[in-house]
């Protein structure tokens, strides 16, 4: 790890008159207490922070202190965190916050080794709420920061090794200043989130480090900081089956406790993919049951490690008196298809406000609002949608 290539104070001066002339409002920073910086930071772990502002305010209103997250019910929860993705946050934060009472006596501890200690708090979250929330003059080290650090320095280690991540850390520490650490840690932040940025041309021109920046100088900031490839993601192939009832109704289920997306609600599926021949073949032994299927649009989610590529189809049933003994008897004779323990009949309003359902079925849960215009095209169920 090289050293700085400039003095610190300049450097100092320097980010923290840029960061308060040009940072960005978010309304965690308008009031930084320390539930708030928390529940922020984990919101923008893999997320825009476009995205979290709207989500930010509607789990604060619902969710305002450590005790009333600690109480809350799991499906309330993932509701709250529908779309964000990465569910495991969500559930990390209700176990953090029981352990925050049980062991801190309700509030959230104002050090970083005792932050570390919660579920979903790692070095960088530990960190950013140290110094943001209680002014502690340890670093936070996260991407963004990395790349800033790589370029000017003109660091062309692989910052997905820790050792390089350890390193620049140390650095960090020796630059922070004794007053203003919250702001330090955050104009550091925002400068790889607006300046130097990951992809595309970095805008050397508006940075305020282009002085001092190795990299902009030897002409080398797009091709660091270095990154070693990720392995190639699996490809996993789902037929999505959106199984609706005359009353407009759609069948989902509850994912087991365990693995990929675990205790959220999903559309039952195929764990391949198949045309719609096939799908009509497979449903044969039931077709008594079924009004119509439909095809729906292809989708595909990624995941870190696996990308799901998914095509899916309308199953509409005849009638509402067949729909519970076709959910209970019915369906468990199609060997293909899962089915877990626990479903039920949604309406499109339960669907908004009671179950969770992951981002990764998205295409398939806007098809949903197109059934009443599938019905009427189709002349299904005689009108009575």
């Not at 450097?11 to 910086?37: C, G, S």
């Not at 963004?144 to 910052?159: E, P």
């Amino acid at each position: 790890m090289k050293t700085l290539p400039f003095d610190v104070l300049p450097f100092q001066k320097n980010i923290l008159d840029w960061y308060h002339a040009n940072k960005r409002y978010m309304p965690w920073r308008e009031d930084p207490t320390p539930y708030h910086v928390w529940i922020s930071e984990i919101m923008l772990q893999q997320t825009r922070v476009e995205a979290v502002r709207e989500y930010y305010a509607r789990f604060i209103q619902t969710l305002p202190d450590i005790y009333s997250l600690s109480q809350v019910e799991g499906d309330v929860l993932h509701k709250l965190w529908e779309g964000l993705g990465y569910y495991n946050r969500a559930k990390n934060l209700k176990k953090a916050a029981q352990q925050i009472i049980t062991d801190f006596g309700g509030e959230l501890p104002n050090t970083y080794n005792e932050l570390i200690t919660l579920p979903g708090i790692g070095p960088y979250t530990a960190g950013a709420i140290a110094s943001i929330a209680f002014r502690q003059p340890v670093p936070a080290v996260d991407g963004n920061v990395m790349r800033v650090i790589a370029r000017i320095t003109g660091d062309d280690s692989d910052i997905t090794e820790n050792k390089t991540k350890q390193a620049m850390t140390n650095l960090v520490q020796q630059i922070i200043p004794v007053t203003e650490v919250h702001h330090f840690n955050q104009a550091l932040m925002e400068l790889g989130a607006i300046i130097c940025l990951p992809n595309g041309e970095p805008k050397c021109s508006q940075c305020p480090m282009s002085t001092m920046c190795i990299a902009y100088h030897a002409g080398t900031q797009n091709e660091l900081p270095v990154k070693k490839k990720k392995n190639a993601r699996k490809i996993e192939e789902k037929t999505i089956l959106l199984f609706v009832d005359d009353r407009e109704h759609v069948l989902i289920q509850k994912r087991e406790q365990k693995g990929l997306l675990h205790g959220l609600w999903e559309f039952p599926s195929l764990s391949y993919s198949v045309s719609l021949e096939e799908c009509q073949s497979l449903f044969a032994p039931i077709s008594a049951s079924i009004k119509k299927i439909v095809p729906l649009p292809s989708s595909k989610h990624i995941f870190t490690h696996i990308e799901w590529k998914m095509n899916g189809y309308f199953v509409f049933l005849n009638d509402k008196k067949t729909s519970d003994i076709f959910r209970t008897s019915l369906l468990p004779t199609i060997s293909e298809l899962y089915l877990s323990s626990d479903t039920v009949w949604a309406t499109k309003e339960e669907l908004q406000k009671v179950y969770p359902i992951p981002t990764a079925f998205k295409t398939y849960r806007n098809a949903l609002e197109e059934t009443g215009r599938q019905v009427k095209q189709l002349n299904l169920f005689d009108g009575s949608w």
